[in-house]
Every structure is written in structure tokens, then in C-alpha cells.
């Protein structure tokens, strides 16, 4: 259990004074929260890192302040000149020091609050940007305005945060200090050695000193302080892992053995011979079951490569054992997708298959559920209902993960959990490759097989970058294809910064498209409700749909072989990881494919790059390398949408020597005091509650 002195922190961020639903809505939008956590927490206030600073240090007098500096200055207020009633004229202030004159001004200011802050023959210090309006001096909208006893409360460093419109800095400044405030003296978990390499200070500390910063160079990311807490992170991260490991190690895993019997049944139902790569993996997987420690594998390969077909042949060797198995995926869209594709295969393999999501509820959950504890299902493929509570498996012997960065490290643990005494033996699935420095921060040393070869058939994806301007002669080109039978995609992003909801702008964009093609368009986006979306997919399937518009619900897993033109609007807005997942949606037929990648110019350097790369290559692992290049782990967004799991402080790649520490501090602590026993093993604990890694934790009960 986790200490009682950390629980303030980890109480919802509603807990803080001033913080009601909506300021909750700004945060949800602001800070980075841990895959499992949805709610955020005060804890995420503390982990919210500046990305920069507005010094208002310089306290020059007026005669030696420079126009377009940030200054703080103490004057004398002498009067205010209020504008009339309905007037646009501003509220102004004039002020002075013992050398020039300043007038403050106020545009559609409260006048009570102005003269509040200002009143006339006080002297108070007024913090801003400095401005020369003809041969006076001005400022608007002092950022602050403090009384001369309280210059002490007026932050000369002030930190910038990456915020959403709607919530202020000044606001969510205020909030990370009352976080500050319920943080708890914590007990020193660094060796000395670390720490004298750090120059660490202690943990709350640092994190004072990255909001409340002495000097500018607190906040880089090569500060002590900075230093200190991505270290800290870092080495939770390591740890958990670790625990994870010397828990796969310590606990046996159920050894798992099939007769080939259902295999053979599901490789005759199979339309196609598997490839090369697809027999290599199913073989390794048959060894990893096969052996006496738990499985843990991941399983990369390129969208396409026809991963759903490993596992399925993977699951069937579960089966015929006699064991259980599960295939999770991200979402509701896929689970049904595999569900319907393995289906019939399944059928004719005489493998009873059950569906679990969200949205089977009442008695078609009770059904599925009974049927799952005693046996009659095979083969359930879901999504994250999988692993809920009041979901019992009879015998889980094996379950994948498919899109597996979709998923956090405790939701994967949680299916994992449902395996009995031992565990389910796992195997992870991504089409994102995910470069080693990433793979050893997340996973540790998890064995990791790839699919080289692509099924054989496959063509090219053509790929071209048209401008926004030439949309109509892209429209005409569509409706020939149209015409000769071809199926596409019409991919819309979201549009955040207009507030233009996603369903908004997929609509408009189908409404417009029905203009030109009828009933031929549909749509289908996240905000629709289940039935409708598999009702829009299955008519896209049948072929009774032409165009599907669609907002990025398809992007990962959706497999439509006749589809074979994409079009992405606004390509300019979309990550290359998620380009690339996109773009992997056609070149599955008979029919030579193409994307047309729409984009609103001018593009920035980063855009330019991606799009250029897109064109260049279809390669997903030299994709995933460029990206990262890209995206130099800062730009938040991309990181997001690449799925790329993402840490809060020490942001990969920023810290890989750190991460080099760490790996092996981690090392060291668990072979000198494998249960965490020793006093600085105690401290350690707290480090990996502070970092959500409690399910690492419970790991020692279990062992
Ligand atoms: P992904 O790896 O992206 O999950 P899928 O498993 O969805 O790929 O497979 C993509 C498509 O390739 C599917 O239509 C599937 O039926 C087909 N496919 C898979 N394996 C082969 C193969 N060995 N030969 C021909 N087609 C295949
Ligand atoms: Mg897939």
C-alpha cells in the first residue's frame, strides 16, 4: 500500500482550492498523464516542467529602463484618467519614478480592480514590458503589481508552462504551488555517489527550485535540479522493470505444448500461405510456451505484415494444450475487426471464440462472461474489457497485445495477472518500431522477434504531396477511380486550436464530398456511437461504400483490402508515425495503391521533412528513426500521437546517459537488496509510488 503521507498528492487535482470542473477541463488538456491515470491528480502538477522562463529581474529606474524589455519597476501613482461611460478610450494610470514619468494602461479593465491595485500617492512595484509610445513611456497590462512590503510574493523568474488557451500561467503557477505545498518530506533514496555527480539537491527541493526558479539556468534540462528528478524518474522506471524481470525469473512460467492439431486446422481455413517471417515468428513463440519461464515477447512488424495472423496461429497452440487465449487490441473498432476476421477462420477450426468490449453489456456480457469461467470460449478478443475486475478466465494461458503502445505498463500487467498463479504467457504486438534506447527505458530486456517480409503480392503505395489549392483536381482524379470500382479513405485530423469539434469537420468534409458522389460517401468518427461505427465499416467492407471519411478512428489496424487510395487532409498537422499507420490502411490489394498527402501551405521545416520522408521511403523502421530525429522528444504533441510511451521529466532522448545510470544504479540496488529491505530500500518504495509504479511494488507479495 502506498504511504498515507503521499495520498494528498495523489488525490484529484480537484481536491486544490480554485480548481472546479472546468479549470479540471484545462488540465486534463495541459498536463501529461501517466497511460492508466484519466484524472488529474495533484501529483501532475508538481511533474508539469516549465518549458521556460520571463525574467523580470532587471529593476532599472524609468530613465535607464529599455523600451521592449521586461522590467520591474517601483513608481508613485498619481492619478487616473477614466475613460467615459461607453468610450473605447483606455483606463490610464500616471505614474513616476524620481526620473521619468510611466503611464499604465488598461484596455476594457474592471476600474474598481484597476484602482484597487493602483491607488493614488502609494508607491508600488509594476512588472511588464516596457514600451516607448512617441516620447513616453508605457506599459499595458502590468503582468504584476505588488505593494512595496510584498515584492518578496512578486516572481522576478518567472516560469512559462506549456498551457491550453483558457487557463492562465499565472493561474496554473498558483496551483503547482499549492501542489508544492502537500508534497511531504520524502527520505533520500540516491546513493552519494549519484548525487555528488548530479550536484543533487533533495527531491522537493528540486522541484521548488524548477518552479520557483533563483536563476535562469534552474530551469534547463541540464540543471541539478532537472537533472536530479529525470534521474529520479528514470531510475523508478528502471526499477519497476527490473522487478518486473527478477519476477519473470523468479516465478516459473507454465510451460505450454500443443499437438499441432488446431494449428494445421487453422493454417487449411487461411486464404494464404504465411510468408517466411510469419512461420519464423510462430515458431519462436512455440519455443518461448513451450519453456518453463514466462513468456515476454515482442513482436514488431510493419503495418501489414499480417501480424493478426501470427497470433492466431499463436493462440492456436494454447488451445490445442487445452489453455485458454486472449487477443486485446486498442480499440472498439479493431476488437471487432479481428473478431470478424478470425471468425470464420476460427469456425473452421473448430476454435469457440467469444467478443468482450465496453459495449457488450446486460445479458450478452453475462453470456460471455459464464461461458469464459467455465470453458466454452477458446478464444476471447476484446479490448480493454479483457482485464476487468469481474472478468474470470477458466484457464489463461496465453494472451497478445496488439498495438501495445497503446496500452500502459499496468494495464498490460493486469491482463498478464489474469493467468493464474503463473501468469499468461504474452506476446506483445506493434507496428511501431520502437528504436533500443525507448525499448530498454520501457520494457528492459524484453526478447523482441520481427517480420522482415511483407506478404507477397504487395505493391508500392504511390505517394504525393498536393497542395490544398489543387483540391478539385484531386477530386476528379477520385471520381474516375471511383468509377472503375476503387474504395478510399478521406482521412480529416482534428482540429483542437478552433475548438471545431472532430465531428465537425469530418461531416462538412463528407457533406462536401456528397456533392460530387452521392450516397457513395460515408463517415465514421470517434464521437459516433458503436453500432453506428460498425454499421459505416461494414458497408465500407461489402463494398457499398465508395469514400470513407473518416477522423483518425481508422488509423491503427483497419484492414479493407480493396481500399486502395488514402487521401489525408491537412497532412501537415499528423505526426510521420501516424502518416505512416495511416498510409499502411491501403496497398493491401490487388490494386495499385496511392496517398495523397493534402497540405495547407506554407509548411514549416519539421512538416516539410515528414512529408518529404513519406514520400521517400515505406519502410515503418527507418520511418520510426526519422521521427524520433524529428520530434527530438520535445515537441509534446508528436509524441502523443506516435504512441511512443513518454515520460514526464526525462524526456527520451534527452537524458540517454542518464538513462545509462540509472539502468545500472537499478542493477546494483536489487542485487544488493533484492526486497527492498534496507532502509534506503524503504526510500526506494516511496520513489516508486511518487512515480506510479505501484504495481511493481505489489510484485513483492506475489513473489
Ligand atoms: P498487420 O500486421 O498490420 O496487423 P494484418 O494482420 O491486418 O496486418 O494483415 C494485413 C493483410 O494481409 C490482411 O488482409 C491479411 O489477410 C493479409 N495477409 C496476412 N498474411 C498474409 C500472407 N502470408 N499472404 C498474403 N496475405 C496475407
Ligand atoms: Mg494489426
Given at each position: 500500500m502506498r504511504p498515507p503521507e503521499l495520498n494528498p498528492l495523489f488525490a484529484s487535482a480537484q481536491s486544490l482550492e480554485g480548481v472546479g470542473p472546468r479549470v479540471m477541463m484545462f488540465l486534463k488538456k495541459a498536463l501529461k498523464l501517466p497511460g492508466q491515470v484519466s484524472e488529474p491528480r495533484v501529483i501532475d502538477l508538481l511533474t508539469h516542467m516549465p518549458t521556460g522562463l520571463i525574467d523580470r529581474?532587471?529593476?532599472?529606474t524609468l530613465a535607464d529602463a529599455v523600451p521592449g524589455t521586461i522590467a520591474t519597476i517601483k513608481v508613485l501613482v498619481r492619478k487616473h484618467r477614466i475613460p467615459a461611460a461607453g468610450s473605447k478610450a483606455p483606463h490610464s494610470v500616471m505614474t513616476e519614478d524620481a526620473t521619468a514619468k510611466l503611464e499604465i494602461v488598461f484596455f476594457h479593465a474592471d476600474r474598481r480592480y484597476v484602482e484597487r491595485m493602483l491607488p493614488p500617492d502609494t508607491e508600488v512595484y509594476v512588472s511588464g514590458r516596457i514600451e516607448k509610445y512617441g516620447e513616453k513611456l508605457q506599459m499595458m497590462h502590468p503582468d504584476h503589481i505588488v505593494g512595496l512590503e510584498a515584492l518578496n510574493t512578486l516572481p522576478l523568474l518567472e516560469p512559462v508552462y506549456a498551457q491550453t488557451a483558457g487557463l492562465s500561467g499565472k493561474v496554473l503557477h498558483k496551483l503547482i504551488g499549492k501542489a508544492l505545498d502537500l508534497l511531504p518530506p520524502v527520505p533520500e533514496w540516491l546513493d552519494e555517489d549519484v548525487r555528488t555527480r548530479l550536484s543533487a539537491l533533495p527531491f522537493a527541493e528540486s522541484f521548488h527550485r524548477l518552479h520557483y526558479p533563483q536563476t535562469p539556468a534552474d530551469i534547463s534540462t541540464a540543471s541539478p535540479p532537472w537533472q536530479r528528478l529525470a534521474f529520479d524518474e528514470l531510475l523508478a522506471g528502471q526499477l519497476a522493470l527490473a522487478l518486473v524481470r527478477q519476477s519473470q525469473k523468479n516465478q516459473p512460467g507454465r510451460s505450454i505444448v500443443g499437438d499441432g492439431r488446431v494449428r494445421a486446422r487453422v493454417l487449411a481455413a487461411l486464404p494464404f500461405a504465411l510468408t517466411g517471417s510469419q512461420a519464423a515468428a510462430i515458431k519462436i513463440v512455440e519455443t518461448d510456451l513451450a519453456a518453463t519461464h514466462r513468456m515476454m515477447r515482442l513482436l514488431q512488424g510493419d503495418v501489414g505484415s499480417g501480424k493478426t495472423a501470427v497470433a492466431l496461429m499463436a493462440a492456436a497452440i494454447a488451445i490445442e494444450a487445452g489453455a485458454q487465449a486472449a487477443i486485446m487490441a486498442p480499440t472498439e473498432v479493431l476488437a471487432r475487426q479481428h473478431a470478424e476476421t478470425i471468425g470464420p477462420l476460427a469456425e473452421k477450426a473448430g476454435i469457440r471464440i467469444g467478443l468482450l468490449t465496453g459495449r457488450e453489456k446486460g445479458k450478452a456480457r453475462k453470456t460471455v462472461l459464464a461461458a469464459l469461467a467455465e470453458g466454452s470460449i477458446d478464444l476471447l478478443i476484446g479490448t480493454h474489457a479483457l482485464f476487468q475486475e469481474e472478468v474470470l478466465y477458466k484457464d489463461l494461458g496465453f494472451a497478445v497485445i496488439d498495438e501495445q503502445h497503446r496500452f500502459g505498463v499496468q494495464q498490460r500487467l493486469a491482463l498478464q495477472a489474469k493467468g493464474g498463479p503463473y501468469g499468461a504467457n504474452v506476446l506483445f504486438m506493434t507496428a511501431t518500431p520502437i528504436p533500443r534506447t525507448l525499448l530498454l527505458t520501457h520494457y528492459g530486456d524484453l526478447e523482441v522477434s520481427k517480420l522482415t517480409e511483407k506478404p507477397a503480392g504487395r505493391k508500392p503505395v504511390t505517394t504525393r504531396a498536393v497542395s490544398n489549392d489543387r483540391i478539385e483536381e484531386v477530386m476528379e482524379g477520385l471520381g474516375r477511380a471511383l468509377n472503375q470500382g476503387a474504395q478510399m479513405y478521406w482521412v480529416c485530423p482534428l482540429v483542437e486550436s478552433t475548438g471545431k469539434s472532430e465531428l465537425a469537420a469530418a461531416e462538412e468534409r463528407a457533406a462536401h464530398l456528397r456533392q460530387f458522389f452521392g450516397d457513395r460517401v460515408g463517415v465514421i468518427h470517434g464521437q459516433m456511437p458503436g453500432p453506428e461505427k460498425d454499421a459505416v465499416m461494414a458497408r465500407f467492407s461489402a463494398g457499398e461504400l465508395g469514400i470513407l471519411v473518416a477522423t483518425t478512428v481508422i488509423e491503427v489496424g483497419v484492414n479493407v483490402p480493396n481500399a486502395s487510395i488514402m487521401v489525408i487532409e491537412?497532412?501537415?498537422?499528423?505526426?510521420l508515425a501516424q502518416l505512416h499507420q495511416l498510409r499502411g490502411r491501403v496497398g493491401r490489394g490487388e490494386r495499385q495503391s496511392s496517398c495523397i498527402l493534402l497540405y495547407q501551405g506554407p509548411l514549416g521545416e519539421t512538416a516539410k521533412a515528414r512529408i518529404e520522408m513519406m514520400r521517400e521511403t515505406e519502410d515503418g523502421f527507418r520511418i520510426a528513426e526519422e521521427d524520433l530525429r524529428l520530434r527530438g522528444g520535445g515537441e509534446v504533441l508528436g509524441t502523443r500521437q506516435s504512441g511512443v510511451p513518454e515520460f514526464r521529466i526525462a524526456e527520451v532522448p534527452n537524458f540517454p546517459d542518464l538513462l545509462e545510470t540509472a539502468r545500472a544504479d537499478a542493477a546494483l540496488i536489487l542485487q544488493r537488496d533484492p526486497e527492498l529491505s534496507t532502509d534506503r530500500g524503504q526510500a526506494l518504495r516511496q520513489l516508486l509510488y511518487l512515480f506510479d509504479c505501484d504495481e511493481a511494488v505489489r510484485l513483492f507479495r506475489s513473489g
Open positions: 529581474s532587471a529593476m532599472p491537412h497532412a501537415e498537422r499528423f505526426g
